[in-house]
């Protein structure tokens, strides 16, 4: 068996702190070829950052996994740390730090 990297798999980061920062950068993102009209936040989120609204609706109710909020800071342009303060304090899975 081989060693798993990363964090424990169960570990999830908060919805919110995302959520804040794609409303504050894509409100008013308009639909290419629909003009500018007003979008729902999930709409917003999801045209903006090419995620599925199955995802999002997990996320907003699960939270992101480490990989996956790794993914959309990386699509953002920004560290996850930047995101979520907490990134540098996730648990280590236990076999990965022995």
Do not use: N
Not at 19 to 48: H, K, M, N, S
Not at 51 to 59: E, T
Request: charged share 25%; net charge negative; glycine share 6%.
């Amino acid at each position: 068996m081989t060693a798993r990297r990363g964090p424990a798999p169960l570990f999830r980061l908060p919805f919110e702190p995302l959520a804040r920062i794609v409303d504050v950068r894509y409100r008013g993102v308009c639909r290419e070829g629909q003009g500018w009209q007003e979008l729902t936040p999930a709409t917003v989120f999801c045209e903006a950052l090419d995620v599925h609204p199955q995802k999002f609706a997990r996320w907003r109710a699960k939270g992101l996994t480490v990989d996956d909020a790794d993914d959309i800071a990386v699509r953002l342009g920004m560290h996850p740390a930047s995101i979520w303060p907490e990134w540098w304090s996730i648990p280590i899975d236990e076999d990965v730090a022995a």
